[in-house]
């Protein structure tokens, strides 16, 4: 028996993301550094700006995954309100951290400015920091959520602080190899490889790329001389049906 | 008054994004699409490809929003579970449509591989077709759920054809200006323009390129006058601020 697994939920707060106006870029960034770290993302939401919506969005993840990730308002205006749910749904008061605070005050403002700076300061009572690498306001980490901002760069700044800090569980690795075939070609044997090999998880891609149908087979799981092993057996499938593996990958 | 606001959640269902391998680009898509046809994304959660995990997805988001379109898992390999899923979150058996067995059966193969193919077919009892224009396997509607291909072209196709089929409310249109300030130096301004126009929502969008700290103000909403007049106040304060208002878009 090995560690066990790790799971986090990724909660992206935005209504940018949700009109469409956005694309989202953070999740796939938060998954595969968390990945690498031997954390599972299991689930991840995009929500509105709204407090009701945050507030049960973070309490009901929190209490089901080990770790939840929140991405975006945590800014200066009036559309920043993820530190005030964050303290909504611990029921905590929310306070003003004086290291936050100091590294804002570094930099001189008008009053009014300062005052609308001093608004990223606002941290449920309880918070720890998260560095920010910028240099900019810190983000902030309330029991097992860890609330981060929603530009990218600065997304990445905090979530790299946090490498070496969190509890983790074996890392995942994979196989891949592709397959210029119709997934149906190779459906039931994909089906009794998965029987067979039921610790790890085959997932079958289909993608159409320069004018043709393929597919990306894609094991993934703790064992590696298991992965390798059920690798081989898809190989053998690919090539049974009429098939070249193409491509394999291993990470 | 004018019409309600029709409300829509997207699933995006499968292992692939939550590991990171692939980045979603569903969301985006559906989300403008939706926008531009008066129903608004107000959720969206990407989900394992796990039966509990999708059929408590697909019960809890179908009950609070008028639509759920969701994305993965209806090819023809062990992996593709939605169909089956969505059937067990409606109670009903799943069946094979006849109108996809069909469409299916005008390809030939041999038995193994046309057995996996007719995967494809079967939906909840009930279900009716969404039409798939690569002329591929249809998707299918149940309820208020619209079951969709992971494939983004596919999905595409599947998506256009439910064109003017839709309950739909108010288009939300948008105006949208950049200043090249620090979000703080508006903050108070923004403030009070959002309190004086209550029914549009006035986000505040921070980004770092070119070397330069500036900010979108996206003002979205239904009525054009109020967010023309509404986007006046903002380019004032962005004046009154020491900036100039740049890249005025309206939507």
Redesign the interface.
């Known amino acids: 028996m090995g560690k066990p697994a790790i799971t986090a939920c990724v909660l992206v707060i935005g ?11 953070n ?6 550094a968390l ?1 690498g770290w031997g954390i ?10 709204m407090v009701d ?1 945050i507030v049960d969005a973070v309490n009901e993840t929190r209490r089901r995954y080990h770790y939840v990730f929140t991405t975006g308002g945590i ?6 309100i993820t530190a005030d749910c964050i303290a909504k749904a611990f029921e905590v008061p929310i306070i003003e951290h004086p290291d936050i605070a100091a590294r804002i005050k570094t930099r001189p ?1 008008p009053p ?6 001093l ?1 990223m300061a606002r941290v449920p009572e309880g918070a720890t920091l998260i560095e920010n690498l910028t240099g900019g306001p810190q983000g902030f980490r309330m029991d097992n959520v860890f609330v981060m901002a ?2 990218p ?1 600065v997304m990445q700044a905090m979530l790299s602080s946090l490498e070496g800090q969190l509890d983790t569980g074996p890392v ?1 690795r ?1 196989r891949t190899v592709t397959a210029y075939l ?7 044997a ?2 009794d490889i ?1 029987n067979r090999f039921a610790e790890i ?8 790329k320069n004018e043709r149908y393929g597919t990306s087979l ?1 094991m ?1 799981g703790v064992d590696e001389a298991r992965l390798d092993a059920m690798l081989a057996e898809v190989e053998q499938a690919i090539t049974d049906a009429g098939g070249t593996p193409e491509d394999v990958q291993t990470q």
């Open positions: 209504n940018e993301i949700l009109s469409g106006r956005t694309p989202d870029s999740l796939n960034h938060i998954a595969l990945g599972e993302v299991r689930e991840a939401r995009v929500i509105p700006d919506e800014g200066p205006t009036h559309d920043d403002a009014d400015v300062m005052a609308s700076r608004r929603g530009i760069m995942v994979s119709g997934e149906s070609q190779l459906a039931s994909l089906t998965q998880d085959l997932g079958s891609y289909p993608f159409f894609v993934r």
